[in-house]
């Protein structure tokens, strides 16, 4: 689950409409019986998956697996995902990698890296903690399932056969929390356990789940949007199973979590909230920076780095506040920004008015830095009410190359006054337009890549190249005003202190609180914001470190193609050069791009 779970995170799974198998790959002009081998292999390993992991398939739109759930949360699934790895490693170091086109070695550099960090986290060093971690308030099945299963998102709902497959996939998710409590009941045994707030949080959305009760229920709301071509004796026969099926499956499954986690977890639940508290932590937050970095760093070495960059932010700031002709210091400066009545949205609607205007803006200059743009669609939208306080301003979920599905930009209006005006430009940069929905959408539209290429990823890369497009800001024609570039620079400190929080709670002791008072003190986020983050960072170790050493590289390979190039430097080519291929490894997108910047 948990690699589901992260690939969820980076919206990395949303790819092209396929009700039947993807052809055997044929050869392209200069393939010899190495390219084919490895073409093979990875076709082969990605067929495997999709069968194992029908909930990652039909994001991808791929309906052949649609009326199964899958085996999350089980040891046999974890054995087999171990061999499956361990095959796949054995197998591409039979393919000899000197006799492979340019092309075909980077693949072959990007499947490797990939397989050996994730056959990392088998080690028994790792499983030992991370299994008995089953669920957390962000990655859980209960954050994103009961949207994907209410019509509203990635699952189709245009035939019979659909709601059928949606009532099968149902049983299998309300199965599943008998076997999160039977790994949980271990931990508790073995002292390795979720904060309290983690806990306390999960006991939250599991309330609002069975609060909606059954016609109010986001599982039985795909049988009030019927499409035309359901004939009415369907419908009332199908209205009648989802209300059976709510009533009587998946609100006793989300009751009997509740209860176990109310009655029996949440009072062995810890109150420290780092990984390393904990038998095994430290050990399984080292690899977490490797997963989510690509890199083999140490704690100490991005805690450092991150208390670097929010020096050098916070001297930008204060050249933004002398610029806005504020007279108080930095952090007055951050309580005008937080409170002042002018950066506060009167309105839901209005803060998708302006994300619309953003977007229309950008459109216009966009081709300056772009040669290539995405043929799928940006759709903005709200997020659901249901997961709102947990959730972060903003998010996005990838669509399909044939336009089936729209990519989507979700922001967040809970706690509308802290969704302050001057972050709006920043956000839609890093989430939509040049940042997720162009890096995203440009690699599942690439069919030359095998797929693992075109819909799978890393989070350096994903997240990196998502604040890398922040920095787009000058060009594009944004952030023309003091607030709107400290929106930017809000962002970008954001990234920084999560070098330096993340690090902090999970290396070096820190709390909960000590880690919201830095973020306060540093920047002009809003508490309720930073909260949310700082919870985040609790329940997933590591993985918002990726986003700055992402842009770091990205933002270094940029100055050394800029000082190479010099005149001739084009900004629309080093895009290319970074985006044409998926999300790569950080070390595999360094070659490449080095290679780009030495060919004439």
């Known amino acids: ?85 361990e095959a796949d490693l054995a197998a591409l170091k039979a393919i000899d990698r000197s006799k492979l086109t340019r092309v075909d070695q980077l693949a072959y550099d990007v499947f490797h890296n990939q397989a050996e960090i994730n056959l990392r986290g088998y080690a028994p060093a790792i499983q030992a903690v991370d299994r008995l971690l089953p669920m957390d308030h962000f990655s859980g099945f209960q954050t994103f399932y009961p949207d994907f299963a209410g019509g509203k998102g990635a699952a189709p709902f245009k035939t019979v056969v659909d709601y059928e497959n949606n009532l099968k996939r149902n049983a299998g998710y309300a199965a599943l929390y008998d076997r999160a409590i039977a790994r949980f009941r271990e931990g508790m045994a073995k002292g390795v356990v979720q904060p309290r707030l983690i806990v306390e949080n999960m006991i939250a959305q599991f309330d609002a789940l069975i609060a909606q009760g059954v016609e109010g229920s986001v599982f039985y709301a795909p049988v009030t949007m019927f499409p035309d071509s359901i004939p009415a004796a369907e419908r009332q026969r199908l209205t009648a199973a989802y209300a059976a099926q709510v009533r009587d499956v998946i609100i006793p499954a989300h009751r009997k979590m509740r209860d176990f986690l109310k009655s029996e977890y949440l009072p062995k639940a810890r109150q420290t909230v780092g990984l390393s508290a904990m038998p095994g932590g430290a050990a399984l937050y080292a690899y977490r920076i490797e997963q989510n970095t ?178 787009l800001w000058k060009p594009l024609g944004m952030e023309t005003d003091p607030y709107q570039r400290m929106g930017g620079l809000n962002d970008e400190m954001l990234r920084a202190m999560r070098l330096v929080v993340d690090t902090g709670i999970h290396a070096k002791g820190w709390s909960r609180d000590q880690a919201i008072d830095y973020m306060l003190t540093h920047s002009a986020m809003g508490k309720s914001d930073a909260t949310a983050e700082v919870e985040r960072y609790i329940a997933i170790p590591g993985q918002a470190l990726a986003y700055k050493i992402g842009q770091l590289t990205i933002l270094k390979l940029k100055a050394e193609a800029q000082a190479k190039k010099g005149a001739a430097f084009d900004p629309r080519g080093f895009h290319a050069a970074v985006l044409d291929s998926g999300a790569l490894p950080m070390p595999v997108l360094e070659e490449k791009v080095r290679a780009w910047i030495a060919a004439k």
């Not at 790959?25 to 084919?36: F, R, S, T």
């Not at 009545?341 to 609607?349: G, I, T």
């Not at 809970?414 to 969704?419: A, E, H, Q, V």
């Open 294 to 471: 690509t890199l083999p760093l140490k704690a100490d070495e991005v805690h450092q780095l991150g208390l670097s960059e929010v020096a050098r932010i916070t001297r930008e700031m204060e050249a933004q506040k002398t610029a806005a002709g504020f007279k108080g210091t930095l952090p007055a400066f951050f309580d005008y920004l937080r409170t002042d009545p002018r950066f506060q949205p009167k309105s839901a609607d209005e803060v998708r008015r302006d994300f619309e205007a953003i977007g229309k803006r950008i459109d216009t200059r966009v081709r300056e830095q772009f040669g290539v743009i995405p043929k799928t669609p940006l759709e903005i939208r709200p997020v659901p009410d249901y997961r709102a306080k947990s959730d972060a301003a903003g998010s996005y979920q990838g669509g399909t190359p044939d336009g089936t599905r729209p990519g989507v930009f979700y922001y967040n209006t809970y706690d509308l006054p802290s969704r302050y005006t001057w972050g709006m430009e920043t956000l839609f940069l890093h989430e939509a337009v040049p940042g997720h929905h162009f890096q995203i959408s440009l690699a599942q539209e690439n069919a030359a890549l095998p797929a693992f290429m075109r819909f799978g990823g890393n989070t350096a890369y994903v997240e990196g190249w998502a604040l890398y497009a922040e920095t």
């Open 1 to 85: 689950m948990r690699l589901l779970a992260a690939a969820l995170l980076l919206a990395t799974v949303a790819t092209p409409a396929l009700s039947q198998a993807l052809p055997p790959p044929a050869p392209l002009p200069g393939d010899g019986a190495e390219d084919m081998k490895l073409k093979r292999l990875f076709y082969d390993s990605d067929e495997r998956d999709l069968a194992l992991n029908p909930i990652s398939a039909i994001f991808r739109g791929d309906l052949r697996y649609a009326d199964r759930f899958g085996d999350y949360i089980s040891d046999p699934a974890t054995a087999r995902d171990k061999r499956n790895l």
